[in-house]
């Protein structure tokens, strides 16, 4: 997707991730940028308004477990924009101490944006398409047993998210899907990772946390954007360590119904 000119909204904007995100999108010309976020930040705000006042850049406090929440943020920002082309879904938690809200923050937040973003963008319904991005993670492709309610929860978003690239999705409402799995990247959403697991007992998580390195969310950024740029329907990008790789999953329904 060429990102001049383009209405973007992105969940989680004010993330670690998403704020560099956020400066590598607004440097392609952006024609708006919504960022839908539970958290707040009117300082960074204010220095993209000021750096890139061709950009309409604006917040709307969303939490994602709120579905009402997430309906009313599209309804005023496509009375404000219009249109939207692309959707990033970068919301996210790492706790799996807290069952309920990493599966209602990681998976069905995304799939309510996801499916009430559909709504507006579907060209069966009058929208102009577009692209959706779900921000998976490594541990959306693999197993990951420090955390296995997060890597559920995140192994459903690679898989809801490849679901809804089938071609004849594409043909019916004009948009494309993305996966991106970023792999562990310097932000605070990995902060006191000891105190967040689920089982209370000894495990090698200092041994695992010490070897598994860290790319930049600059890197991790930089990245994405590329991802956006150059991604077609149904592609899985792996992000880690300032590197970019597609990742290919196997269809094993492919043969069959190509016969
Ligand atoms: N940092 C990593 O190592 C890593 C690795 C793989 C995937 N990811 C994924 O990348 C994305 C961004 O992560 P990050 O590292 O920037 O984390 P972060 O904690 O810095 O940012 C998370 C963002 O989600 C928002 N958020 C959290 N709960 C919310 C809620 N209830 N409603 C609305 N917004 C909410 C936060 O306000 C914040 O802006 C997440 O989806 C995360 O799972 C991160």
Request: glycine share 6%; proline share 3%.
């Amino acid at each position: 997707m060429n990102l001049t000119d383009k209405n973007v909204i992105y969940f989680g904007g004010f993330g670690g991730i998403g704020q560099k995100c956020i400066s590598e999108l607004l440097e392609k010309q952006l024609k708006s940028l919504a960022i839908f976020d539970l958290a707040e930040n009117d300082e960074i705000l204010a220095e993209w308004q000021k750096s890139f006042p061709s950009t309409e850049i604006f917040h709307q406090k969303v939490n994602i477990i709120e579905k009402s929440d997430i309906e009313a943020a599209y309804k005023m920002a496509s009375q404000r924009l219009e249109y939207f082309d692309l959707i990033i879904n970068g919301s996210g938690c790492l706790n799996d101490q807290l069952i309920n809200p990493t599966i209602e923050i990681n998976l069905l937040g995304v799939i309510h944006s996801t499916l009430i973003a559909l709504d507006y963008m579907s060209i069966s319904k009058g929208g102009r398409g577009g692209m959706i991005v779900n921000i998976s993670s490594v541990v959306g492709l693999q197993p990951e047993p420090l955390y296995p309610i997060c890597a559920a929860s995140k192994a459903a978003v690679t898989c809801f998210t490849r679901s809804l690239a089938a071609p004849f999705y594409l043909e019916h409402f004009g948009v494309s899907f993305v996966t991106i799995c970023p792999g562990l990247t310097e932000t605070s959403l990995l902060d006191d990772m000891t105190s967040k697991t689920i089982f209370d007992f000894e495990t090698p998580i200092h041994f695992i946390v010490s070897k598994i390195r860290r790319q930049t969310a600059e890197d991790c950024a930089r990245n994405l954007v590329k991802a956006i740029e150059n991604s077609k329907n149904g592609d899985v990008f792996m992000l880690d360590l300032g590197e970019i790789s597609e990742v290919k999953i196997p269809d094993h329904w492919a043969k069959q119904l190509a016969d």
